[in-house]
């Protein structure tokens, strides 16, 4: 069983959201009564009100899996769910806010009867002030109706649209599917920080949003950094208004040699940071945090990490599991799958077309693996799917902005969504709009539209290939000028680039290769199957080294790290059972590649 021990000063075991802790809150997962709605009567007869004679649920767990209790996998377009829980004594005086780490798709809330409010997205996360809505001293009742479908314009990702599964469509997700809580706080509170490293001028930036704060406040901000346990700075501003900037210098001699202080897969280096709002003499918050310095840029070709370059060998992530599908079962279960990376000689993953859970991202961060950032497609284009993607990409990089492991975003995949984005102006646009938004929010990390082909604007020319040999794939790639302005080698019918649009010197990844499945496993793979061990590793061997000895790439994907339902590809089962050596992937993972890139 892996073991959970703590990594950062504020960590707190499930915990949530690990970069922004406080001590007084409430894991509301658990049993709650469920009822299908497929007649679409709860509104009327008022289920707020007067919930119906109800089946449990096991929460976060959706009713089509096995963890939830239920095990359902038709569609049900509405479903309800109600909790009864007392009010902690800790929450007198205090706010009381309610969270979802995330709900599939669109989620209204009643709290003892009255609204507090609705949320669409089944990716990002919400919360609803709900203070005034509760009574103390009795149990209080959370209701929540959700609604979903098979819309393709809302992102779906993986999800199925029809009613069975198909090729890489997966049974639907419907209803809260993460962490639901609790948490006590003042009126007057910090309400976000976004904190930026800037590696090079050995600064950290912070941004504070301010909740009860106007500028006749007197208030005082503490803010105290530490790294490895030792004092690094502390220091005091006064806030009279909503927002403020802030900055502090980390990288000095009391943390040893700068370079050691930093952020990288080989030393994950995290500064704890601490922030604490008084009023007066009184506390009014007191939030637990943690950063890394770390710097991503491109140059010459090259993504560099911290000035240097960088090879990414990275493999790619769905964030499945068979009995609870794109819930994590537990903590334990997301520090082993990101273990059983490392084993097996990856420095980094691509979660693909889909929003992790924060713990996810936290043990990435502690243990130093690169995550690309991906977002789940719809799969059609018109006004609406653009309004539904815009919002939910845009609540999804500002909750995930923080976190040091996060070192690409990506919002398109192999022109889901987009299909006609190859010579479309209206989608082309679209995806230029959400890389432009995308860097105004972030200007310091590379965006990448749209992964594996067709791109317009993006910092990485990705491609993906599922080759079969190594001898095919270096007759292929010998070239590089062929490559980037020719047709795709693996789908004969798209380009690296979009109509209109050109290569303009960006770093050459190949985000996605392999796909091996054995021939004795029901479900598919990418190519043909192989009969054993032996030969899976030779093929495996011979593509990721053909990869490895081209000079102008600057890594690979490799797909992937589990089976999933009926795609047989990975290199685990489903259960995280290994189907060939680990150390054996390993080998061929570290070995040296082609020039100066550090392993």
């Known amino acids: 069983m892996t073991t959970v021990t703590a990594s950062t000063k504020f960590y707190i075991k499930n915990y949530p959201r690990p970069q922004f802790t406080r001590k007084e809150w409430l894991d509301l997962n658990g049993v709650w009564d469920f009822c299908f709605d497929d007649s679409k009567v709860g509104d009327a007869q008022r289920w707020m009100d007067r919930f119906p004679t109800a089946r449990k649920i096991v929460v976060p767990f959706t009713y089509e899996t096995k963890a939830s209790g239920i095990d359902d996998q038709e569609v049900h377009s509405q479903v309800w769910y109600r909790k009864n829980w007392m009010l902690a004594p800790e929450s007198e005086g205090k706010r009381t806010i309610l969270h979802f780490e995330g709900v599939d798709y669109k989620a209204t809330c009643w709290v003892n009867g009255r609204w507090v409010g609705e949320h669409e997205g089944g990716y990002a996360r919400f919360s609803f002030d709900i203070t005034d809505s509760l009574v103390q001293g009795a149990e209080n009742e959370i209701v929540l109706k959700v609604e979903d479908g098979h819309s393709p314009m809302q992102p779906r990702g993986k999800q199925r649209y029809s009613g069975h599964n198909f090729e890489t469509s997966y049974v639907q997700t419907t209803g809260i599917w993460k962490t639901v809580w609790l948490e006590y706080v003042g009126q007057t509170r910090i309400e976000s920080v976004k904190i930026t490293p800037e590696i090079d001028r050995h600064m950290v930036r912070f941004d504070f949003r301010m909740h009860g704060v106007d500028d006749k406040s007197n208030l005082r901000l503490e803010v105290e950094i530490t790294f490895k346990g030792r004092p690094v700075t502390i220091w005091s501003l006064s806030v009279n208004r909503s927002q403020l900037t802030a900055e502090a210098s980390v990288l000095h001699e009391t943390n040893g040699p700068w370079l050691e202080s930093m952020w990288t897969p080989e030393r994950p280096n995290l500064f704890d940071v601490e922030f604490v709002l008084y009023d007066g003499e009184e506390e009014a918050d007191r939030v637990g945090s943690y950063f890394g310095m770390r710097k991503i840029s491109i140059k010459e070709g090259q993504i560099l990490l911290n000035n240097y370059p960088l090879y990414q060998r990275l493999i790619l992530d769905q964030g499945y599991w068979p009995e609870s599908q794109l819930t994590p079962p537990s903590e334990e279960a997301i520090i082993k799958d990101i273990d059983l990376i490392l084993e097996m000689g990856?420095?980094?993953?691509?979660?693909?077309?889909?929003?992790?859970?924060?713990?996810?991202?936290?043990?990435?961060?502690?243990?130093?693996?690169?995550?690309?950032?991906?977002?789940?497609?719809?799969?059609?284009?018109?006004?609406?799917?653009?309004?539904?993607?815009?919002?939910?990409?845009?609540?999804?990089?500002?909750?995930?902005?923080?976190?040091?492991?996060?070192?690409?975003?990506?919002?398109?995949?192999?022109?889901?969504?987009?299909?006609?984005?190859?010579?479309?102006?209206?989608?082309?646009?679209?995806?230029?709009?959400?890389?432009?938004?995308?860097?105004?929010?972030?200007?310091?990390?590379?965006?990448?539209?749209?992964?594996?082909?067709?791109?317009?604007?993006?910092?990485?020319?990705?491609?993906?290939?599922?080759?079969?040999?190594?001898?095919?794939?270096?007759?292929?790639?010998?070239?590089?000028?062929?490559?980037?302005?020719?047709?795709?080698?693996?789908?004969?019918?798209?380009?690296?680039?979009?109509?209109?649009?050109?290569?303009?010197?960006?770093?050459?990844?190949?985000?996605?290769?392999?796909?091996?499945?054995?021939?004795?496993?029901?479900?598919?793979?990418?190519?043909?199957?192989?009969?054993?061990?032996?030969?899976?590793?030779?093929?495996?061997?011979?593509?990721?080294?053909?990869?490895?000895?081209?000079?102008?790439?600057?890594?690979?994907?490799?797909?992937?790290?589990?089976?999933?339902?009926?795609?047989?590809?990975?290199?685990?089962?489903?259960?995280?059972?290994?189907?060939?050596?680990?150390?054996?992937?390993?080998?061929?993972?570290?070995?040296?590649?082609?020039?100066?890139?550090?392993?």
């Not at 070995?591 to 392993?599: S, T, W």
């Open 346 to 599: 990856y420095n980094g993953l691509r979660k693909h077309m889909k929003v992790e859970d924060a713990r996810f991202l936290y043990w990435c961060d502690v243990k130093g693996v690169l995550v690309w950032s991906e977002m789940a497609a719809t799969y059609e284009f018109n006004d609406e799917a653009v309004e539904r993607f815009t919002k939910e990409w845009l609540e999804v990089v500002q909750q995930q902005y923080n976190h040091p492991c996060i070192i690409t975003w990506v919002p398109f995949n192999e022109s889901w969504g987009i299909v006609n984005v190859g010579h479309d102006v209206r989608q082309q646009k679209f995806t230029e709009g959400i890389y432009h938004l995308t860097k105004a929010f972030d200007p310091y990390r590379p965006v990448i539209t749209n992964d594996g082909w067709e791109h317009t604007v993006s910092d990485i020319l990705t491609l993906h290939d599922y080759v079969e040999r190594g001898e095919d794939f270096l007759e292929t790639y010998k070239d590089k000028d062929s490559i980037t302005g020719g047709r795709s080698a693996f789908n004969e019918w798209k380009f690296p680039f979009a109509n209109g649009y050109s290569y303009q010197g960006q770093p050459v990844i190949i985000s996605e290769y392999g796909g091996i499945a054995f021939r004795t496993e029901s479900g598919w793979g990418y190519g043909n199957q192989v009969d054993s061990e032996e030969a899976f590793l030779e093929r495996f061997g011979s593509i990721t080294g053909a990869i490895q000895a081209i000079p102008f790439i600057a890594g690979y994907c490799f797909t992937q790290i589990t089976d999933v339902q009926e795609e047989v590809n990975g290199l685990l089962t489903e259960d995280r059972e290994p189907k060939v050596s680990l150390d054996k992937v390993r080998e061929v993972n570290s070995r040296r590649v082609h020039h100066i890139y550090r392993d």
